[in-house]
Nanobody, 125 residues
Framework: VQLVESGGGLVQAGGSLRLSCAASGFRLDDYAIVWLRQAPGKEREGVSCITRPDSTTYYADSLKGRITVSSDNAKSTIYLQINNLKPQDTALYYC???????????????????RGQGTQVTVSS
């Protein structure tokens, strides 16, 4: 199992980014995929979760309305679109597989089995 994130960078507040998570070594249908973020000195925070094949999605309450998660099965890639970025969104964003194929309401605290190295998002004010 391998997960490789890309798409991060330095962006001004109010801007947008689309992060990508390229998956290999498993089928996207096998596991729920989560996006997580962690800022320096802060605990890990769940951002979103997506379940295939029906693409059921869950979002962190603090980010609802600004993020959209999607998947492209042909490319084995999960995307995270973040709009209206704020300085407090600055963090290392990474994707991970859950131990189960569906998110359920407990996705934010569910055990992860594999994760990528992450992509840094820095938002300037």
């Amino acid at each position: 199992v391998q997960l490789v994130e890309s798409g991060g960078g330095l962006v001004q507040a109010g801007g947008s980014l689309r992060l990508s998570c390229a998956a290999s070594g498993f089928r996207l249908d096998d596991y729920a995929i989560v996006w997580l973020r962690q800022a320096p000195g802060k605990e890990r925070e769940g951002v979103s979760c997506i379940t295939r094949p029906d693409s059921t999605t869950y979002y962190a309450d603090s980010l609802k309305g600004r993020i959209t998660v999607s998947s492209d099965n042909a490319k084995s890639t999960i995307y995270l679109q973040i709009n209206n970025l704020k300085p407090q969104d600055t963090a290392l964003y990474y994707c991970a597989t859950l131990y189960r194929p569906r998110c359920y309401e407990t996705w934010e605290t569910a055990e992860i089995t594999h994760r990528g190295q992450g992509t840094q998002v820095t938002v300037s004010s």
